[in-house]
């Protein structure tokens, strides 16, 4: 288990973490998301003792990482793919990084073999793309074999299948008992990987639960189809509804439910023929959730 305690991180005048309090469980996979600059990167490098904590901590299974005894076979971690000397091949940095930490040498093909890359494996990881780098750094967060594991973005240049197959890589870990913790910003992915979610916006915590808790009770949209979409755009704004589009096949109306949207059609006479209502998808409620947390937000909407 990772626990991060009344976790505070200063840097100069910059306050990157401000006080955080979480707990990322083993059995799941937990989904660590937040808009640039919000504190994610920071909270993970405190995690591994990277970074010192102003103040408060971060523990693993009870312990500050500093005072593991056996780190990597605790704790696997993907922070930078790219942080390997370039002119390496793949076998011999895992191999550096199984002898410095007394770990059997056959454990490096059999890493190297589940990520998928033991074909280039003898290759200059300068020579690698951004998939492949990915993949390196999976097989070394896996080395120690550990019970938790930390991705910061882990899906960054992978194709479609590379995708699907971490995955069901993480749906493994977590079937296993492990501590999976997994930093994104992409929130379709995080919608069918992760189990659970914490939201953290300017370095505080907002919120977290299952993808189901967050969605059930966010604003959602109603799509309807009916005889008179005219109609009955003028009398859901009357009734303060926004329609967020309209066209042949129906309108999309926001802030009223699918039985207030059903009882103005009624009361003004218009048949409906479909009263759909559609649960505010995870990119929706982070958006809402992170509005005054946005660090670089975009107001103009013309031509550059």
Partial sequence: MIKIDHLTKRYGGTLAVNDLDFEVKPGVVTGFLGPNGSGKSTTMRIILGLDRPSSGQATINGQRF??????????????????????????????????????????????????????????????YSLGMSQRLGIAGALLGDPGILLF??????LDPEGIKWIREFFRTLASQGRTVFVSSHLMSEMAVSADEIIVIGRGKF????????????????VLVRASDHDKLASAVALHHGVVHEANDNGL???????????????????????????????EEVFMDLTADSVEYESHSSGTV
């Fill in 66 to 127: 500093a005072n593991l005894k056996d780190p990597m076979r605790e704790v696997g971690a993907l922070l930078d793919a790219k942080a390997v000397h370039p002119g390496r091949t793949a076998r011999n940095h895992l191999r550096a990084l199984a002898a410095s930490n007394q770990i059997k040498r056959s454990r490096v093909d059999e890493v190297l073999d589940f990520v998928g890359i033991s074909s280039v494996a003898d290759k200059k990881v300068g020579n």
């Fill in 152 to 157: 910061d973005e882990p899906v960054n240049g």
């Fill in 206 to 221: 907002i919120t977290s639960g299952s993808i189901d808790d967050l969605t059930k009770t966010a604003k959602g949209t």
């Fill in 252 to 282: 999309i109306i926001g802030d009223l439910t699918s039985d207030e949207v059903g009882q103005i059609a009624f009361d003004v006479g218009i048949a409906v023929f479909e009263l759909v209502p559609q649960r505010a998808s995870l």
